[in-house]
T-cell receptor, first 110, second 112 residues
Framework: QKEVEQDPGPLSVPEGAIVSLNCTYS??????FMWYRQYSRKGPELLMY????GNKEDGRFTAQVDKSSKYISLFIRDSQPSDSATYLC??????????FGQGTELSVKP | SQTIHQWPATLVQPVGSPLSLECTVE??????LYWYRQAAGRGLQLLFY??????ISSEVPQNLSASRPQDRQFILSSKKLLLSDSGFYLC???????????FGSGTRLTVV
């Protein structure tokens, strides 16, 4: 079993839609969770960071962690064409290294 | 502020040729440095990390090697490239905290 699993998509939504991106992780000891956004042919950039359980909101983006089910989510409200990118979830493994899901490719159509 | 530079952006190399990719970080001292590879449609795979000059740890056995000759310089090398070495190579740094890594802009390597 992979330590972090993510549906690679692709996911296509109309502009203005609410987007839900999800990951599961294997080890209940993981505590730090991140979402990265990667535009085509660019390096990933940190979008959201959460610690332990709960929600964190930043503008149109909400990151959610459910430790009981080992499930992390990223919600994008009022999605825009500029949100079209690959979104990668990440967490620190037991060795202290950042590990990533496969990434979900999102396309927001005008 | 800290910045990370990675070059070249694109590289096409024949099978069997050597490789040298360079990464430098500015604005910080003694960072942790990482090399990742991203294959098409797949996530990021950690290849090497370094916590200091001359200290390199390899995460996966492969045809590549890494070196850190200076505090803020990290180099990814190969003596003889294989077709399977093609991919998107990313350098990243962190400062021993739990707030994620900062990535460079990547090098797209195609081995032909």
């Amino acid at each position: 079993q992979k330590e972090v699993e993510q549906d690679p998509g692709p996911l296509s939504v109309p502009e203005g839609a609410i987007v839900s991106l999800n990951c599961t992780y294997s080890n209940s000891a993981f505590q730090y969770f991140m979402w990265y956004r990667q535009y085509s042919r660019k390096g990933p950039e940190l979008l959201m960071y959460t610690y332990s359980s709960g929600n964190k909101e930043d503008g149109r983006f909400t990151a959610q962690v459910d430790k009981s089910s080992k499930y992390i989510s990223l919600f994008i409200r009022d999605s825009q064409p500029s949100d079209s990118a690959t979104y990668l979830c990440a967490t620190y493994n037991q060795g202290g290294k950042l590990i990533f899901g496969q990434g979900t490719e999102l396309s927001v159509k005008p | 502020s800290q910045t990370i530079h990675q070059w070249p952006a694109t590289l096409v190399q024949p099978v069997g040729s050597p490789l040298s990719l360079e990464c430098t970080v500015e604005g910080t001292s003694n960072p942790n440095l990482y090399w990742y590879r991203q294959a098409a449609g797949r996530g990021l795979q950690l290849l090497f990390y370094s916590v200091g000059i001359g200290q390199i740890s390899s995460e996966v056995p492969q045809n590549l090697s890494a070196s850190r000759p200076q505090d803020r310089q990290f180099i990814l090398s190969s003596k003889k490239l294989l077709l399977s070495d093609s991919g998107f190579y990313l350098c990243a740094w962190s400062f021993r905290d739990r707030y994620g890594y900062t990535f460079g802009s990547g090098t797209r390597l195609t081995v032909v």
